[in-house]
């Protein structure tokens, strides 16, 4: 236990403090969105923690939805009603038809990424100015970027990337604005329970968002009937001939997902989206204009391919990590299917030799730049009770983390990187008076920080 005296500057007056702190005090924590996207449903990939140790009772072939006040996510659709909860089977990618797309216009795209992506791309300086330093490279250093969601700073229509908005010099990077756990309902419910700013490597094991898919126009997450389109991990033992489709680069169609009677159709094959048996789609977005469950003349089809995948190689344009490209097919005016890289790697900050996009949805925006920006989840500095306001109750948390103006560089765990994400306001790599200043300055505000 520690006693120190500090002195808080006011408009007014100078007050005099004295605290005791607890040292085994609090963490440091995000702060929710300006204006958050909402929680889409969304799979956990069978070798997720929270799967594995069967205490949520959900499984790696159920679309599950965030259940607010649950610790855990739920199930929304039973595999039964998907003609699957066979040994192995694990839901790759699923998408509801997203052909509003065709009439919103300009999107963003909003992915998951695997165990295995570092990302190595540093978070847009602006956006850091903008106190939101989450992308996938920081949650990626922080050991739970593959439970989180990330968006793309670039804007896309249905032909691919358009101009980079309203500003020209914006990063073709990303943002996190889903977290695995506890961002102020912005949050997947998943492992590690661990906010953005604190980091868990080493620690403990993460679950994997395998898929994720708005069930609406509207971008809800909420509990739908509407027809779903759905691909296999490889291994799923539903493609032994129990599905009328037995490749993993399949994509399966069915009209009535909470109702097990409606047969499951095949959407189409691999061979019809121009691609080889031998690969895995793992990521997945329909745009469904014309005959609803056949992918035919008018259908567009967003897709990413898992590590390994045969066609990888051939794809034109195909990055060296094009486990992290999105690819596109539909049928060209001659009947066969074009598919052509939609978004390279680079596009949305997935640089990692080992980057694998793995989840895919997208999500109306005229102005990526705003879009981005409302929707990522923020680091206030001096706001270590996460209330969103600087005052005297994140004080003590000043007291505990002070180490400056000598500090280890090298500590990447609590409390060395949790308080200089909160505290280190000069960015000087410690906590010392010279950001005791600051915290002085900033002591008072409300609500979401001055810019």
Known sequence: MVTARVSIGTPCRIVSVVLTVMLAGQLSSAAPPRNGLPIPLYTLDSESPTIMAGIANIHSDE?????????????????????????????????????????????????????????????????????MPFNVTDQAMRGHAAADGFVSQLSFDRNGILSKGMRDSIFAANIQVINNYDEGGHDFQSEPFD???????????????????????STTGLRTTAPLYYSLAVNSQSLD????????????????PE????????????????????????ALVILDQSQVGVFDQGDLVLFSLAPGSPSLQ??????????ADVFSTQIGSNGLPEVRVFAHAVSIGLEGVNDNLNALEVVSCMDATNCVEQAGIRLIHGDWSNDANVDIHDLPGFVECMDGPVADLSATVYPSRECRDIFDIDNDQDVDLVDFAAFQEVFGYHGSMPK
């Open 195 to 217: 906010t953005s700013s604190v980091s868990s490597v080493g620690l403990v094991s993460q679950d994997n968002v395998n898929a994720m898919a708005y069930a609406t126009a």
């Open 241 to 256: 001939g129990f599905l009328p489709g037995s490749s993993a680069a399949d994509i399966f169609f069915d009209p009535e």
């Open 314 to 323: 051939f794809i034109p344009g195909t990055s060296v990590n094009g486990a």
């Open 63 to 131: 679309i599950l939805r965030k259940l607010e006040g649950n610790e855990y996510p739920v199930t929304d659709v039973l595999a039964s009603g998907l003609n699957l909860g066979r040994p192995a089977d694990d839901l790759d990618g699923i998408s509801f038809n997203r052909i509003d797309v065709a009439d919103m216009g300009n999107f963003i795209l909003l992915f998951s990424v695997d165990r295995m992506t570092t990302g190595d791309v540093p978070p847009d300086p602006v956006m850091v100015d903008q106190n």
């Open 259 to 282: 109702d097990p009677i409606p047969p499951v159709v095949c959407y189409a094959t691999a061979f019809d989206l121009g691609i080889l048996a031998a690969d895995d789609i793992d």
